[in-house]
């Protein structure tokens, strides 16, 4: 019996910015520890690399089927993580928009007007719900990086950390009724998982899941227990699995079904039986972006999904 195309889970459409003068974030370097620096090259040829990987990946999803709302940044307000944008906004079915607040200073300037006025024309959008205001009270909550959204059972799995406020977290779930299920991470150094959304991944009928990265191993389970209560095949990321990236996958509706997008290297780290398992409901999709993942993010980074409905 075939899968059917559409999901709640998976978007059809999607935001994508194109940027024109990317680096490596200094200001978030700090607590990523997935960025990379190369002083060993050029700034301008790190920065012609990652326009072109984010053109060929729009242009992949797009081959796909995803439609994609492609901006383009020109780097004229500084902000060298604007090709992440779904941290800063989020949608969801009912017509809702969500504005974040954002701990880094220069992440603040990728919040943009053109981007929720084009939703507003093309999507049914109720109304925007703007959290950035809670900047200034230091309390921040980085959208889809920092809670992972399970549509289906109304859940926001989060990982604490500067980007994930617990106070901003619980005013966002009341008003867009999310249960948030909360939990402690640490990489190898004992420091916070900066964003939830780099070490799980919540599909439609699967996830995938870092639990090696979680503090307390009884919340493991319970977050284990959730995920296969609501009908999941949870699938087990190793920690160096997460350093690849392979947490950091989003899955999309397509012309002929559902794909998981995701990078090239974290494709490589999946073991074949990880990959089976996957593609018993979704077909894998690499995308190579290694240049992008300098800046401590990948593909599910580069995504910003719309759970709007189209107004055609």
């Not at 012609?48 to 492609?70: D, F, I, K, P």
């Not at 995920?227 to 002929?256: C, M, Y």
């Amino acid at each position: 019996m075939p899968l059917p195309t559409r999901s709640i889970q998976a978007p059809a459409a999607v935001v994508m910015i194109r940027p024109h003068a990317f680096t490596p974030n200094p200001e978030t370097a700090a607590d990523n520890s997935f960025q990379r620096a190369r002083p060993d090259l050029a700034a301008q040829a790190i920065a012609e690399a990652a326009l072109s990987e984010v053109t060929q990946a729009a242009g992949r999803l797009e081959a796909e089927g995803v439609r994609v709302h492609l901006f383009d940044d020109r780097g004229e307000h500084d902000t060298p993580d604007s090709v992440f944008p779904n941290n800063w906004f989020s949608t969801h079915p009912g017509g809702h928009v969500a504005l974040y607040s954002m701990y880094s200073k220069n992440r603040r300037r990728e919040r943009r007007t053109d981007v929720i006025e084009m939703l507003k024309h093309q999507y049914r959008v109720q109304d925007v719900i703007d959290y950035s205001g809670l900047e200034q009270d230091q309390l921040f909550l980085e959208g889809t990086g920092a809670m992972v959204f399970d549509h289906l059972s109304r859940v926001a799995y989060t990982a604490r950390s500067n980007r994930a406020d617990p106070i901003a977290l619980e005013r966002f779930s009341t008003h867009f009724n999310f249960e948030p299920m909360v939990f402690d991470t640490a990489d190898e150094h004992g420091s916070p998982i900066y964003h939830t959304n780099v070490l799980m991944c919540v599909a439609t009928a699967f996830a995938l899941v870092g639990f090696e990265s979680f503090t307390d191993k009884r919340r493991a389970e319970e977050v284990r227990d959730r995920l296969i209560e609501s009908g999941r095949d949870v699938i087990d990321l190793t920690r160096q699995q997460i350093k690849e990236f392979a947490g950091n996958a989003i899955e999309l509706s397509g012309r002929d079904g559902r794909i998981l997008a995701l990078s090239r290297r974290a494709f490589n780290s999946l073991t074949d039986e990880q990959r089976q398992r996957i593609e018993l409901s979704a077909r894998l999709v690499p995308l190579d972006v290694p240049t992008i993942e300098m800046a401590g993010g990948s593909v599910r980074c580069m995504i910003a999904g719309i759970h709007l409905s189209p107004r055609y």
